[in-house]
Structure formats: structure tokens, C-alpha cells
């Protein structure tokens, strides 16, 4: 495991971040999921209450643990 990890890290040393790249990758998904009608939701706070749970129990989690 600690191989891969090393390899991983070598190839981030060795790439830059193509930000024109990223760019096009973010608007490819964007375009695919409102394709695909997942994206705007019909329902704009969907998942919302989900979204305060998670919230809830991350924030009584000691920051000390």
C-alpha cells in the first residue's frame, strides 16, 4: 500500500494542475447531468435535511478526538 501511495505522490510532483483542463472537465459533468436530468434538482432542498444531520454530527465530534 505504502508503494502506491509513493507512486501516487510522484505523479502529482511530476504533473501541473491544467486549470483550463479542469475547467472543461467541470462544464463536460455539468452539461452531462443536466443531460441526464439530475442537475438543476426539481426540488431545490432535497437532501437538505440530510445535509443538517451530517452537519450536526460532525460538529459535536470533539475537535480534540
Do not use: C, H
Not at 510532483?13 to 452531462?32: G, P
Amino acid at each position: 500500500m505504502e508503494a502506491v501511495q509513493n507512486l501516487e505522490k510522484a505523479i502529482l510532483r511530476e504533473e501541473s494542475a491544467d486549470f483550463l483542463k479542469n475547467i472543461r472537465l467541470v462544464e463536460a459533468l455539468y452539461k452531462e447531468a443536466v443531460f441526464l436530468g439530475v442537475f438543476p434538482p426539481q426540488d431545490k432542498l432535497s437532501g437538505l435535511d440530510v445535509d443538517i444531520k451530517i452537519a450536526r454530527v460532525i460538529n459535536s465530534v470533539s475537535k480534540t478526538s
